[in-house]
């Protein structure tokens, strides 16, 4: 925080505070914690997790992608995904084991053609909200006929309010609706929804037995005649500092197009906050802020990166003063607030609002966790290795709950990688890898950095030879991640040609090797050779590859993949005094799934023991 222009503060002793609040309305339902589009803003991880501890049975997501994120970050709780899914996401759900809602015959008999086992799966029913689903007239026909699919379950039949928060006649007709379609079904599936929260609240369904719980979690009123029933607490604060002081004289205007001209003389304050981070277009010249716990209009149009709030009424102002933008302390920047002024949607603000800005999740007043700036980009793609990745997921989820059977699991894969006598195995030992950053000395290469990698590990030969390739793009880069023969693979900017990436030495054992430069495909592979190395073939020896290539300082993110089975990693990150801010995500396999990270000025590392085993694919990104 001290370091950021803007941040966002997700306090989760509110968000369980909400969850206390309407649990007094949903009693002995099950309750679905709706984590859809990053939980509203305010980090899907850590409100499944949190939601997952309160009790949630369900989590709700919008689509494969995001549920396939929770999978990877170690979320085993069953995932519905709301929204219907494309034929081209069925594989996703299915490795996945995501919980896709049916919404069309067509869907569903796709999806069964893909099954080997029984599959559970929700089916949406419009009662008049008139989006997706079956329409409630036909929706009878249509389950049974999902019902002879021989591979679909129906664990669950709901549907989705459109006006829960304000009109009661409106909900009450969508219920019956409900109600008297699911008297007509030959099934009793184990769940019934319809309530969204404040349908949790102010329809409170007999007949259903589990509620989806998203905007009032949040903290957010979705109407005013809530306040009577619930006390609620927002969750999500966004915040920055002031990034200068300015005065204005009578006639001054301020910002874009002069919406705002001063008619006395003022003190203002520039935010390094814009419509890019979601502070809303649409709030210029009618927001307030908090400044040094006073409430200050902001001035002007708010500009892409930077907006203006008046400060002539504060006393001691000074440049690094924090500013509240959204959040608690007053009503006025309460997100209902804020989108009242120019008739917006509070679910859209959550969504947008921090964009920009690293996330600070707050619990028992601590600060526990936090995400990083470029939090939905860094992903792999590559799983090759789909079944193992189920094994060490296995693996990380029991060793959350059980320190010893993740232990079991930890050797017993590690049994299957070297007992498998049909399987070669191949791993690394001593894995060393440095990428150093320096200025581009050449003025062709101002937008980039130049790169120096030097990786060194300890591995049995194989072949008298082996390649270091580089390709233009991922897909390129792919082939070279299914040959044993390549030891080292660089994925080279688009707007670089393969002379910009060079091997400095190249050695095994301290020797030499020769090295020979060809281009296929529009990639770069390099023949690494030499005499001696028939000997060595079957050996473990000592590899050591420096290469010297540009990065794009726009990439703002590095990547270092481990995609052998790997025995102590030490991957340092030096980067000296051009970039200030570096952050290290890692994204381990294997027991040491949280690696140390160590920082000092210009360089930050990222280590596991020599004896401890990291299973791919792992990496770590390196966000700059
Ligand atoms: C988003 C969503 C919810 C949650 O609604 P809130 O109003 O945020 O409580 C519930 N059900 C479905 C199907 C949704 O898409």
Redesign the pocket.
């Known amino acids: 925080m001290q370091k950021d222009r803007s941040w966002t503060e997700i306090d989760l002793d509110n968000f369980a505070h909400n969850l206390a609040e309407l649990k007094r309305f949903w009693g002995r339902k099950d309750f679905?914690q709706?984590v859809?589009a990053d939980a509203?803003g305010h980090g899907a991880y850590q409100i499944a997790k949190q939601a997952l501890e309160l009790g949630a049975v369900y989590l709700?997501v919008?689509n494969a992608e995001e549920g396939a994120l929770l999978r990877f970050q170690g979320i085993s709780s069953p995932i519905l995904i709301?929204?219907p899914s494309l034929k081209s996401e069925i594989p996703i759900i299915i490795e996945n084991n995501l919980t896709p809602t049916v919404s069309s015959l067509e869907f569903a008999r796709e999806l069964n053609k893909h099954l080997e086992n029984e599959f559970p799966i929700h089916v949406?029913v419009d009662t008049g909200m008139g989006r997706s689903g079956f329409s409630y007239q036909a929706a009878a026909k249509s389950i049974s006929q999902i019902q002879k699919l021989d591979k679909l379950t129906i664990k669950g039949v709901?549907s989705?309010y459109s006006a829960?928060?304000n009109d009661a006649e409106y909900t009450h007709q969508q219920t019956e609706r409900f109600f008297q379609l699911l008297e007509k079904l030959e099934i009793s599936p184990q769940y019934v929804h319809i309530e969204?929260?404040?349908?949790?609240v102010n329809a409170q369904v007999g007949f259903a037995n589990l509620v989806?719980?998203?905007?009032?979690?949040?903290g957010i009123y979705?109407d005013a005649s809530l306040r009577d029933k619930l006390e609620l607490k927002p969750v999500m604060s966004f915040k920055t500092k002031i990034s200068q002081l300015k005065t204005a004289q009578p006639g001054d205007s301020i910002g874009y197009n002069r919406t705002f001209t001063a008619s006395q003389y003022m003190k203002y304050a520039i935010l390094p906050v814009g419509y890019a981070d979601g502070y809303d277009f649409m709030l210029s010249n009618q927001a307030v802020a908090v400044v040094n716990n006073q409430l200050c209009p902001i001035l002007g149009k708010i500009s892409m990166d930077m907006s203006a709030v008046d400060v002539s009424q504060l006393e001691n102002v000074d440049v690094g003063d924090e500013v509240v933008l959204l959040g608690n302390n007053f009503a006025e920047i309460r997100a209902e607030n804020l989108t009242k002024l120019y008739g917006g949607s509070t679910?859209e603000i959550l969504c947008q609002i921090g964009r920009r800005a690293k996330r600070y999740f707050r619990k028992n007043g601590k600060i526990i966790a936090s995400s990083p700036y470029l939090r939905r980009d860094f992903v792999p793609t590559d799983f090759s290795d789909k079944k193992l990745t189920n094994i060490i997921e296995t693996a990380i989820e029991h060793r959350l709950q059980s320190k010893e059977i993740a232990n079991l699991i930890y050797e017993d894969v590690l049994k299957r990688f070297f007992s498998d006598r049909d399987r070669n195995i191949h791993y690394r030992r001593n894995f060393r890898h440095t990428i150093e950053f320096a200025p581009a000395s050449q003025p062709d290469f101002q937008d980039y950095f130049l790169a120096k990698t030097t990786l060194n590990f300890s591995k049995i030969l194989q072949h008298d030879y082996f390649y270091v390739a580089c390709a233009p793009d991922e897909d390129k880069l792919e082939q070279y991640f299914q040959r044993t023969d390549v030891e080292y693979r660089w994925l080279l900017d688009t707007n670089l040609n393969t002379n910009q990436f060079a091997i400095d030495s190249v050695q095994i054992n301290g020797m030499e090797l020769k090295h020979t430069a060809s281009h296929k495909n529009g990639c770069l592979e390099i023949r690494c050779q030499h005499e001696k190395l028939a000997e060595l073939v079957g050996q473990e020896v000592e590899f050591s590859i420096s290469t010297r290539t540009y990065y794009p300082k726009s990439s703002h993110q590095l990547s270092v993949y481990l995609i052998e089975l790997t025995q102590g990693v030490d991957i340092r990150f030096i980067f000296a005094n051009i970039l200030k801010e570096v952050e290290a995500v890692p994204i381990f396999s294997g027991r040491s799934k949280f690696p140390q990270i160590m920082e000092k000025e210009g360089e930050i590392r990222v280590k596991v023991q020599a004896d401890e085993w990291v299973f791919p694919t792992s990496g770590v990104v390196f966000v700059y």
Do not use: V
């Open positions: 679905m709706i859809k509203y709700g919008a709301l929204s949406n709901f989705h829960a928060e969204n929260s404040s349908g949790a989806r719980i998203g905007l009032l979690s949040y979705s679910y």
